[in-house]
């Protein structure tokens, strides 16, 4: 049978963090630096002496017990963690959805419509649009859009109606130029604009169209 022979416990001396750096290295030289204590710790075999100049500088960097003052606040009942506290869902409301994730609902005609102070409220959560009078006096909202050619304006078109028939709300559009085409919003059953316009915008501006935009030019 083999024997076994055992090895001597290994001693490994670990610095201080400190004595690495050049300026204690130098107020050691001169016994400038307070005397450190050392601490050894057993690991199996191993035995680690470790400085405790750093502690005495800069403080323990470890975890702390809470004190008295911190137990007495019962702060740990409040934390996330805790099983009795109570969590909360909240669904957003339709002030905080885009527009374009909302439908268009039937306006009666006795409905007042937006006023101007709305509308440019509302006009931030659209992009590209902005707000007219029509003949009338009423307020409608407008977008210009600028296309490679004829064929992409009349598929832009056949987008926007696409979208219009799946909302139940259709804008006015117009063939500006071979290269422009136009869109107007307003509920003409109230004379002015209501919140179906601003939904069918917000739809609207979710339309891909980079597809049919000018090709930029590219300089040599």
């Not at 019962?74 to 909240?90: A, M, R």
């Not at 006795?110 to 959560?125: C, G, M, N, V």
């Not at 590209?128 to 407008?142: M, P, Q, T």
């Amino acid at each position: 049978m083999a024997a076994t022979s055992s090895s001597p416990p290994c001693n490994i001396s670990v610095p201080s963090l400190l004595l690495r750096q050049p300026s204690c290295t130098i107020l050691k030289v001169f016994g400038l630096l307070p005397p450190t204590s050392r601490s050894n710790r057993k690991l199996g075999r191993l035995t680690v002496t470790r400085s405790n100049l750093a502690q005495d500088f800069l403080g323990d960097f470890g975890a702390r017990d809470p004190y008295p003052e911190e137990i007495a606040s019962q702060f740990g009942d409040k934390v996330l963690g805790c099983q009795s506290t109570e969590h909360k869902i909240l669904i957003p409301n339709a002030s905080v959805l885009s527009l374009s994730q909302l439908q268009c609902s039937p306006v009666s005609p006795s409905q007042p419509p937006l006023s101007a102070d709305d509308a440019r409220t509302l006009l931030h959560k659209v992009l590209g649009w902005s707000i007219v009078e029509d003949e009338a006096g009423g307020l409608k909202i407008r977008c210009m859009w600028k296309v490679r050619d004829s064929e992409c304006g009349v598929e832009l078109i056949n987008r926007i109606n696409k979208v219009a028939e799946a909302s139940g709300h259709y804008p006015s559009l117009h063939v500006e130029s071979p290269t422009q085409v136009r869109a107007e919003l307003s509920t003409t059953s109230i004379g002015g604009l209501s919140m179906n316009d601003f939904i069918m915008a917000a739809k609207i501006d979710d339309i891909k169209t980079s597809d049919l935009s000018p090709r930029k030019r590219a300089w040599a």
